[in-house]
Antibody, heavy 122, light 108 residues
Framework: EVQLVESGGGLVQPGRSLRLSCAAS????????THWVRQAPGKGLEWVAV????????GYADSVKGRFTISRDNAKNSLYLQMNSLRPEDTAFYYC???????????????WGQGTLVTVSS | DIQMTQSPSTLSASVGDRVTITCRAS??????LAWYQQKPGKAPKLLIY???SLESGVPSRFSGSGSGTHFTLTISSLQPDDFATYYC??????????FGQGTKVEIK
């Protein structure tokens, strides 16, 4: 069974940093691209970032470009999101998502974690 | 970026009803469209990919159709477990992934 377990969320002040982690199991992690998708409380879904199976392909939404960094460690079956210069509008549930294929483009979101809540507030 | 527009935003229906949700893309995405179901407090779940392909384990009462810019998700006979919010998503190769704003299916 595919499992994606996010951690690292919490309350953080504007301008500060936070690092999210996602532990993957139940599939061959290094054969799939993975994403971060977020959802502000009571709002819709917003794609945040993608990383290909070998980290060669990376992409970001314009709203986070230059502030967030996605990375992965295939030896540890883990995905990360380093979030810097956080803003109140970054407040959301952040989901770790497994793609259906290995590239950082053209895939759909096959499996989702349960999410971790990030709250940016003073 | 490609904009996705769903209609209606909210839909009231009864158990046993046939329900149709529409999704329109701002430009052609061929058949690169997925549908997700989200229940309160839960993560989204993949229902349909490539516009009309049913994900493994998803009940056959769910079906998708369309291509280009116009797509539909149909639930042939609404069940109690189907009351949820539904999102369409495009995954065209040369564009960032984008979602529709969601359609909430409520009990009538």
């Amino acid at each position: 069974e595919v499992q994606l377990v996010e951690s690292g969320g919490g309350l953080v002040q504007p301008g500060r940093s936070l690092r999210l982690s996602c532990a993957a199991s139940g599939f061959t992690f290094d054969e799939y691209a993975t994403h971060w998708v977020r959802q502000a409380p009571g709002k819709g879904l917003e794609w945040v970032a993608v990383i290909s199976w070998n980290s060669a392909g990376i992409g970001y939404a314009d709203s986070v470009k230059g502030r967030f960094t996605i990375s992965r460690d295939n030896a540890k079956n883990s995905l990360y999101l380093q979030m810097n210069s956080l803003r109140p509008e970054d407040t959301a549930f952040y989901y770790c998502v497994k793609d259906n294929q290995r590239l950082a483009q053209g895939g759909y979101f096959q499996h989702w974690g349960q999410g971790t809540l990030v709250t940016v507030s003073s | 970026d490609i904009q996705m527009t769903q209609s209606p935003s909210t839909l009231s229906a009864s158990v046993g009803d046939r329900v149709t949700i529409t999704c329109r893309a701002s430009q052609s995405i061929s058949s690169w469209l997925a549908w997700y179901q989200q229940k309160p407090g839960k993560a989204p779940k993949l229902l349909i990919y490539k516009a009309s392909s049913l994900e493994s384990g998803v009940p056959s009462r769910f079906s998708g159709s369309g291509s280009g810019t116009h797509f539909t998700l149909t639930i042939s006979s609404l069940q109690p477990d189907d009351f949820a919010t539904y999102y369409c998503q495009q995954y065209n190769t040369y564009s960032p992934w984008t979602f529709g704003q969601g359609t909430k299916v409520e009990i009538k």
